[in-house]
């Protein structure tokens, strides 16, 4: 499969590339398929930060398309990770549910970069749906002690059954998809406060996303470098 435009660009921006090998497959209550793949020397290489993505190339009728994806449970001592893939029509999804043990796809690590602030934030408040709640996990994992707000949006029941992983004192709220996600906006809008000493991190649809991170930076009025943002997906 020939690389496209794409490949350059990021290769141009840093991008570096790896490929993966699947060793473990297994379908997640019939909505999602989740892979479990040796990393192909990229987490000795480039390290791991909560949040990490990866863009995976698919073979769309011979051309290349990549799309990002959230590394689950990363773990450099074994060089596995685990990827987790919604079954909607498209590329990415074919590859995902007729992918064997023993194949291959390439990845690109360029772009994803977080961490948390220093000193820690006394609260997180956290905008997520199904395909970034991988990160929010990271995310919980990595600021186990720190009490967070959680809204989770969902397009359908089954996405229920993806497992948020809340302490005691993480406060989880599922949210159903409605009007585009219109409802998600203003459901979190009207809970959302400002504060100083509070991170906000908000990564679900694109035009949800602004909406959200608009209303914390310009009606809240939150400091810029206490947003975290980032459209996961693009409604069409």
């Not at 999602?32 to 791991?48: K, N, P, S, W």
């Not at 590859?95 to 990845?107: L, S, V, Y």
Request: proline share 5%; net charge negative; hydrophobic share 40%.
């Amino acid at each position: 499969m020939k690389r496209n435009w794409e490949a350059v660009v990021l290769r141009a921006m840093g991008g570096r590339d790896f490929r993966l090998t699947v060793r473990a497959t297994e379908s997640v209550h019939g909505h999602y398929q989740r892979l479990i793949v040796d990393d192909g020397g990229l987490l000795e290489t480039c390290g791991v930060h909560p949040t990490m993505w990866i863009r995976l190339w698919f073979d769309d009728g011979g051309r290349a398309h990549q799309r990002a994806y959230t590394l689950v449970d990363p773990d450099p001592t074994t060089g596995r990770f685990g990827l987790e893939f919604a079954l909607h029509d498209g590329c990415a999804a074919r590859w995902a549910t007729t992918a064997k043990i023993g194949d291959t796809i390439d990845a690109t690590v360029q772009g994803s970069a977080f961490e948390l602030p220093d000193p820690a934030p006394e609260h997180l408040y956290l905008v997520g749906d199904a395909a970034s709640l991988p990160a929010v996990n990271s995310l919980l994992d990595t600021a186990a002690d720190i009490p967070a707000t959680i809204w989770l949006e969902y397009a359908h029941e089954g996405e229920q059954a993806l497992t948020p992983r809340a302490r005691p004192h993480h406060d989880v709220t599922w949210v159903p998809r409605r009007d585009g996600g219109q409802h998600l906006v203003e459901t979190v809008c009207a809970a959302l406060s400002g504060s100083d000493t509070a991170h906000y991190w908000v990564a679900c649809e694109a035009a949800s996303t602004r909406s959200i991170s608009r209303h914390i930076r310009r009606t809240l009025g939150v400091d810029r470098r206490q947003l975290t943002s980032l459209g996961y997906w693009r409604a069409t």
